[in-house]
T-cell receptor, first 109, second 112 residues
């Protein structure tokens, strides 16, 4: 079983739509959780960390459910510039990182 | 801002050549990582290092070696490049405490 699993998509949504991505992880000892954004042929960049209480950054909301071992990312009012691949990342012990394969999002005009 | 740099953005090599990929970070981070990324497979860890001269194998170390002689520099070596090592190679670093990873821009390596 993979450490981190994501629906690869693709998700094709119109501008202004709300879209949600989920990610499950297998190791209950996981400590830190992140969503990264990766544009085509570029490196992953941190979008936001995910906290147990949930956190919001503008149009983006991340949630963590430790009991069910999943994290989610909600994007409201999608923009064309949100088109990218979103990677779910789980960290254990500070130097062990596990990546999902990414979810592809295309926002359509 | 943390900066992670990689020696080349694009590289073309021939089968059997020895290839060096260099990564430098400027934030005094303890941990450094080398990944390869292939379509449908995501990021896979090749090696990581938690201190100078220390290294640990990742999930796919075969055909690769690494060197960390200085804290800021982590090198990936392909001893004898093969076509199945054509990939995007990403270097990353983190401080010693749990934190997000900071990635370099990547090296797209093609082995002919």
């Amino acid at each position: 079983r993979k450490e981190v699993e994501q629906d690869p998509g693709p998700f094709n949504v119109p501008e202004g739509a709300t879209v949600a991505f989920n990610c499950t992880y297998s190791n209950s000892a996981s400590q830190s959780f992140f969503w990264y954004r990766q544009d085509c042929r570029k490196e992953p960049k941190l979008l936001m960390s995910v906290y147990s209480s949930g956190n919001e950054d503008g149009r983006f909301t991340a949630q963590l459910n430790r009991a069910s071992q999943y994290i989610s990312l909600l994007i409201r009012d999608s923009k064309l510039s949100d088109s990218a691949t979103y990677l779910c990342v789980v960290n254990k012990n500070g130097n062990q990182f596990y990546f999902g394969t990414g979810t592809s999002l295309t926002v359509i005009p | 801002d943390v900066k992670v740099t990689q020696s080349s953005r694009y590289l073309v090599k021939r089968t059997g050549e020895k290839v060096f990929l260099e990564c430098v970070q400027d934030m005094d981070h303890e941990n450094m990582f080398w990944y390869r990324q292939d379509p449908g497979l995501g990021l896979r860890l090749i090696y990581f290092s938690y201190d100078v001269k220390m290294k640990e194998k990742g999930d796919i170390p075969e055909g690769y070696s690494v060197s960390r002689e200085k804290k800021e520099r982590f090198s990936l070596i392909l001893e004898s490049a093969s076509t199945n090592q054509t990939s995007m190679y990403l270097c990353a670093s983190t401080p010693g405490t749990p934190s997000e990873q900071f990635f370099g821009p990547g090296t797209r390596l093609t082995v002919l």
